[in-house]
């Protein structure tokens, strides 16, 4: 199997190159820069089995604190690069019959965190990819799924769980893998 992952920067992402190549899969690691470019190269040459996507740029900072051009790049890095790299993925995994999507996002974009307010806004547009993939992989046997770390949390068993067969039957799920911390709400409010 082969498998592409985007994510060249990130601690994440190395970790799922790792255990996926344990799994015994051809792995290729990209960056959001380069990712389109790769998918075509590998989609055309061997085919695409898996992509994980894994976020490249953090950006720390409330609503207010954020600039538009701090925003944008953010989205261009973490956003635009998946659903261009996702849908470059998608056509050569509905030519060769399906394929496992994965999109690492982050718990913040389930429950937005005020302290990362651009980040978690990427986050939830991460999510909704994942979903848009999943329905309109069905009919081609393509998966797709989020999965919602907290930071250092080692999700690379997780993404090759969801590239194998194993999860056959899973797609278009939000995987949170936050130790229960996202199971309450903790509210900071003025009154």
């Known amino acids: 199997m ?10 994440v992402a190395r970790a799922c190159v790792e255990r996926l190549r ?3 899969m051809t792995v290729v690691l990209t960056s959001a820069d380069r990712a389109v470019d790769d998918a ?29 051009a701090i ?43 005020h302290d990362m307010a651009a980040f978690s806004v990427m986050s939830a547009g991460v999510i909704a990819v994942a979903e848009l993939f999943a329905a309109e992989g069905a009919a081609h046997g393509i998966r797709s799924n ?9 999700v690379a068993a997780i993404v090759a769980w969801l590239a194998s067969n194993e999860s056959a039957h899973v797609s ?8 229960a911390a996202g199971a309450a709400m903790v509210l900071d409010t003025r009154i």
């Open 2 to 11: 082969n498998a592409l992952v985007m994510g060249e920067g990130s601690d």
């Open 71 to 113: 925003f944008r790049e953010l989205l261009a890095v973490d956003l635009t690069a998946v659903f261009r790299v996702g849908r470059v993925c998608f056509e050569a995994m509905r030519r060769r019959g399906g394929g496992s999507m994965i999109h690492i996002a982050s718990d913040a974009g389930i429950r937005a965190a």
């Open 40 to 68: 075509l190269e590998l989609g055309s040459r061997d085919g695409v089995d898996v992509l994980v996507t894994c976020p490249e740029m953090r950006v720390d900072g409330s609503i207010e604190s954020t600039s538009e």
């Open 146 to 154: 989020a999965v919602c770390p907290r930071s250092g949390t080692d």
């Open 22 to 24: 344990e799994d015994g």
């Open 172 to 179: 278009g799920a939000t995987l949170r893998v936050d130790g």
